[in-house]
C-alpha cells in the first residue's frame, strides 16, 4: 500500500495542474501559405494534463501509468523542472534528479571523464561529491578503458551507460525514471535496476513512467494512471496495471 501517510512532508504535491501544446499542421511555407488560403487551422491545442492532483510521499516508489498521449511523461517533466505548468502548482523537497533524457548536457568534445563532472554538476553535485563518486561512477559504466576518449567517438550504448551510471550516483532525495532501463544489454539493465532498488531501499523517492508493466509492479508500490491528461486511478501499482489493461 501506499506508505504517503507514514512521511511527515510530501517529497512531491502536484496541485490541479494543467499543461496545454500547440500541435502544428503545416512543416513549410508553403504548406503554411496553402492552408491560410483555404483558411484550415494551423495549429491545434492539444491538453496533455488537465487538473492533475496527486502527492508523493518520502521513501515511496510510484509508477506513472498510461498509455502513449495520456500526459504521463509531460508530468515526470514538470516534476524535474524542465516544463512549468500553465495552471496549478508542482512543488518537490530536497534534491530531485531525473533520468529523463539520459545524457542531457554531455559535451561530445569532451572526454568521458569530464563529462562526468560537467553532468554531474549539472545534476547539483559538488565537485568534492563527485570526485568521492568517481571511481563508482566509471566502474559501474564499464567503459573504463574509453573514459578518456572524447565522447563523440562512443558507440550509442557506451554514451547511454556513462550517462545512467552519472545520473544514478548522484546524491539525491527524488529520482524520477523515463523508460531508460533499456539502456544496455540485459546483464546492464538487471545491474541498473538493482541499483534502483538500492536506492529505494534507503529511502529515495522514485517515480517511474515505463512500459514495461511487470517491472513496475514489482518495483513500485503505487500507481498513477492517466488517461486523457486526467487521474483515472490512484492505488496499488497492481490494481493500477489492471485498470489500464481493463
Known amino acids: ?34 492552408a491560410a488560403i483555404k483558411r484550415k487551422p494551423l495549429t491545434t491545442d492539444f491538453h496533455a494534463l488537465d ?7 518520502e521513501g515511496e516508489a510510484v509508477a506513472l501509468l498510461g498509455f502513449n498521449g495520456s500526459g504521463k511523461s509531460t508530468m515526470l517533466k514538470l516534476i524535474s523542472g524542465v516544463l512549468t505548468p500553465d495552471q496549478g502548482k508542482v512543488l518537490t ?4 534528479a531525473g533520468l529523463i533524457e539520459v545524457g542531457a548536457g554531455f559535451h561530445p568534445d569532451l572526454s568521458g571523464r569530464e563529462n562526468i563532472y560537467l553532468n554531474a554538476a549539472i545534476l547539483g553535485m559538488s565537485k568534492k561529491e ?6 563508482q561512477i566509471v566502474a559501474f559504466s564499464e567503459i573504463e578503458k574509453f573514459i578518456d576518449t572524447e565522447v563523440k567517438h562512443y558507440s550509442s550504448g557506451m554514451f547511454l551507460r556513462l550517462a545512467f551510471s552519472v545520473a544514478i550516483h548522484t546524491e539525491v532525495d527524488v529520482l524520477l525514471i523515463d523508460e531508460i532501463l533499456s539502456v544496455g ?11 534502483i532498488r538500492e536506492l529505494h531501499s534507503q529511502g529515495k523517492t522514485l517515480v517511474v513512467v515505463s512500459h514495461d508493466l511487470g517491472m513496475v509492479t514489482s518495483l513500485c508500490e503505487r500507481g ?3 488517461r486523457d491528461g486526467k487521474v483515472l486511478f490512484d492505488g496499488s501499482s497492481a490494481d493500477a496495471v489492471a485498470a489500464m489493461r481493463a
Do not use: W
Open 1 to 34: 500500500m501506499p506508505r504517503t501517510s507514514e512521511a511527515i512532508l510530501p517529497r512531491i504535491i502536484v496541485d490541479d495542474v494543467h499543461k496545454d501544446f500547440k500541435l502544428r499542421h503545416t512543416h513549410s511555407i508553403k504548406e503554411t501559405f496553402v
Open 51 to 57: 487538473g492533475i492532483t496527486f502527492e508523493i510521499g
Open 93 to 96: 523537497r530536497g534534491r530531485v
Open 130 to 135: 563527485t570526485e568521492a563518486r568517481y571511481e
Open 185 to 195: 544489454d540485459e546483464p546492464f539493465q538487471r545491474k541498473c535496476l538493482a541499483r
Open 224 to 226: 498513477i494512471l492517466l
